[in-house]
């Protein structure tokens, strides 16, 4: 929808406000998704256009990595202009930044919501008012947004812990697994996906603990647990931040003898591939930021008034030494 357009709509409704209860409250707050047309956001390619982008935080280096992804593919769109802002993991400071964007009436959002239900309101809330919504790796409660770009969180937990059952721990063995933020999609979508892919295999997790995407909180955690728990062999992490805490805990109670493997794979030297390449950890699996997709989507919406899919599913692929190397340059290309 135009920003001229929902001027227009919001002087209708003050004035409508005199006689009624408010025009388009209703649907706009029943908290079911009203139907959209998609064609409707379009103004082609010669207008501007302002997107918001919503982040969870800005303490995890995939965060930041996919807000550059955002901004380096926006800058080849000269009719884009991004307005970034960081939720620091505050489900109330991420609502408030997203009723911004609405007071701003910006052209389209994008958010990654710090956790699904305290988000799910006010994400409603803009789609219904006529504003295209990208969700970015994490998800709302039910379907009130445009489209959905991320990997298959399950497939790739399930890819993790495949990996564990034939080739790390194929005998079968004790360990421990840091999840992700709880309350976020990923966290759960990663913990049930891990659990299909060792179904079986003898391989038994005998203490979870939430390490909140961080490394710091993570190697707290993994350090209480290491000392709990002294016959476990190896450390799932649901990011590779917490698998490196879990690495330097492990380290600083001399246990050079467990195996560590993480999720996101970023391609930059801190990341988890050149963890790979260096030992630190035994494997990584490759999750995309969507950065560069989210982009695309919005230019499909706004300028070229073309339709995009719900639910848009990125690749994957498990990083261990054999291919770390190569992985890294590929992904550094161009």
């Given amino acids: ?50 997107i918001g982008m919503s982040q969870a935080n800005l303490a995890e280096p995939y965060r930041v990595r996919m807000d550059e992804d955002i901004r380096k593919a926006a800058a080849e769109v000269p009719q884009f202009e991004v307005e970034f802002a960081d939720a620091a993991k505050d489900n109330s400071k991420q609502v408030t930044d997203v009723e911004n964007f609405l ?16 988000l799910t309101d006010v994400v409603t809330k803009a789609y219904n008012r006529g504003v295209p919504v990208i969700l970015l790796d994490r998800k709302i409660e039910g379907d009130a947004y445009t489209t959905y770009i991320g990997a298959d969180n399950v497939a790739i937990g399930r890819q993790a812990g495949e990996h564990f059952a034939r080739t790390l721990l ?32 003898g391989i038994e997790i005998v203490a979870t603990a939430d390490g909140e995407w961080e490394r710091s909180v993570a190697q707290e955690k993994a ?14 992490a649901h990011n590779d931040p917490m698998a490196e805490g879990a690495f330097l805990a492990a380290q ?24 790979v390449e260096a030992g630190r950890l ?7 930021t969507g950065g560069e997709e989210a982009v695309a989507a919005a230019k499909a919406l706004l300028i070229d008034c073309t339709e995009v899919p719900k639910t848009q599913t990125l690749p994957t692929e498990l990083i261990t030494k054999d291919n770390a190397a190569a992985v890294y340059a590929r992904l550094n290309e161009g």
Avoid at 282 to 288: G, K, Q, R, V
Wanted: charged share 20%.
């Fill in 103 to 118: 007071t701003k009436q910006v052209d389209l959002l994008m958010i990654s919501p710090n956790e699904a239900a305290p």
């Fill in 170 to 201: 194929p005998e079968g063995g004790k360990i421990l697994e840091i999840q992700g933020l709880s309350g976020s999609t990923p966290a759960k979508e990663r913990a049930d996906g891990f659990r299909q892919g060792i179904q079986g295999s």
């Fill in 1 to 50: 929808m135009r920003k001229t357009t929902r001027s227009l709509f919001a002087i209708g409704c003050a004035v409508a406000a005199l006689g009624a209860a408010g025009c388009g409250t209703t649907s706009e707050n029943t908290g079911q998704a009203q139907p959209q047309d998609q064609s409707a956001h379009c103004g082609g390619p010669d207008r501007q256009y302002t």
């Fill in 223 to 236: 350090d209480a647990l290491l000392k709990s728990h002294p016959d476990v062999r190896a450390v799932y």
């Fill in 282 to 288: 035994d494997a990584t699996n490759l999750y995309p």
């Fill in 252 to 275: 600083a109670a001399g246990r050079d003898d467990l195996m560590f493997v993480g999720i996101d794979g970023l391609p930059i030297p801190s990341g988890g591939i050149k963890a």
